[in-house]
DNA sequence: CGCGAACTTGATATTTGTCAACTAAGGTGG
DNA sequence: CCACCTTAGTTGACAAATATCAAGTTCGCG
């Protein structure tokens, strides 16, 4: 099976042969992670960097009224806490979603990586500046649409995101998440997720069954969610016009 | 006054005096733009990174069905767009809520500081890390506090960030947002941001009038709000423990 | 086979949105 | 300096979206 990370950032730089090996061999030994572990908490200051390779984790944290907000999933070839190496301490936690594999990555080979590699290391900056897009689209999700839209653009973004990764077929993925953690993603009750993906299947849109989520009509999803993926930055670079001022393709 | 950009970065990195003036310069010659005008659109490549020194502008994103949401605010040390240089195009629009001092500068010359002055850069990125802990929050924010409790969430972060540059006294701030930037900030309406802004006074919480907004009891407000300012990791450098010296990335 | 977690359903409550009318304030031209 | 006009904010009545509570139901797993 393919590399997600490679073939995530292929999307964030020009990679050469010798820099694909080299994350070849950075994202190999992965271990195992149970279900609903914590990977990393709030207030750490981990050594290591952490890798998703297999399953999902996802960003959350928990507020002093037990209510608990998802940020952000992270799906294979996701980085955890690239950030931690600047700003020290998590501010949020990490959990897993299912079991999940996941490579420790000591902070010392990503300096390396910093200071020799530096097509890797602007494909890792856009993968953080990619991630911070997502999270402003989340916010306009949130803010302006209600949540049939919202669970449609998610479900869209999901898609994308994980066939950029080899993780999912032409309309269809595998989604191991409950109804609550989908709840605590959207800001809306666990009982009107329930509600709203009826409604969703009653109109054809989508189909959830045995952990796999299928898009029964990809385009009508994305317009009924005004899903526009300008915002993951996934053309591939060596599609782009290399300097300023051209014409957008697409 | 003292250089906001200077007094911001200070957080981020043990800045030497040659830093500070180097900064010092780099953040001068601000040209005004007026209210309610777009500094940079979606789909733009600029040329120019833009910092504002004065005013307040907007990340925002407008729906196809003419909904709006604001992303982030940029006040004065804040840039708009550092990470363009990486991601090549804007993928929401920039506005400014009043009237805005901004510098414009070349791309070449951010390039120039990530290749010879480590502790500038390190302090861009943790810039740039601490803008994407603060839309974390405000996702939070959105998906779990009501109205009341969100908009004073805000408040206080406000009140804080405003303090760290320079431009907040010990309990008030210019705010220059009409009521419906801040609906479409917190994602309501505007009239129910005018009977929450009433539910707030009346609780003696805060009073805002002439475009400054005072917060009558920062303490309660931040109970009130469960507010929690680690997200946006503002401890001076100097004051923590420094582990290793590791370079920064790029 | 039975237990518990996840999901569903129905009734009702709360929060927030919509619409429309009204008031207040600031700017402009006469 | 006033009349007017526009924009921002306020208010009330009502509607829609979503939350809450409580009682089922289903299903995987020991």
Redesign the pocket.
């Known amino acids: 099976m393919a590399n997600p990370l490679i073939l995530k950032l292929e999307h964030g730089a020009d990679l050469t042969d010798e820099d694909r090996a080299l994350l070849q061999s950075l994202s190999s030994g992965a271990r195992q992670i149970q279900a609903h572990r914590d990977v990393i908490d709030e207030g750490d200051r981990p050594e290591n960097v952490h890798l998703v390779m297999e399953g999902w984790a996802y960003r959350y944290k928990v507020l002093p009224n037990g209510k608990r907000q998802i940020m952000a999933f992270l799906v294979p070839g996701d980085f955890c806490d690239l950030h931690v190496a600047i700003l020290g301490e998590m501010d949020h936690n990490i959990g897993t979603a299912w079991g999940c594999k996941v490579v420790d990555i000591p902070r010392k080979v990503i300096d390396e990586l910093g200071q020799n590699h530096p097509r890797i290391t602007r494909a890792m900056w856009w993968s953080t500046l990619t991630d911070e897009g997502t999270l402003r689209e989340w916010l306009v999700n949130m803010g302006q649409r209600?949540?049939?839209r919202q669970m449609a653009h998610l479900f869209c973004e999901l898609l994308v995101r994980l066939q950029t990764v080899g993780c999912a077929d032409e309309d269809s993925f595998e989604f191991p998440l409950?109804?609550?953690d989908l709840a605590d993603t959207l800001?809306?009750?666990?009982?009107?997720?329930?509600?709203?993906?009826?409604e969703l299947r009653a109109q054809g849109l989508v189909i959830w069954q045995d952990k796999r989520l299928r898009i029964l009509d990809v385009p009508k999803l994305k317009a009924f969610s005004s899903f526009e993926p300008r915002y993951l930055h996934l053309n591939k670079r060596r599609n782009r016009g290399i300097s300023h001022g051209n014409a957008p393709l697409r």
């Open positions: 209600q949540a049939d409950s109804q609550t800001g809306i009750t666990s009982v009107h997720v329930s509600r709203v993906l009826q």
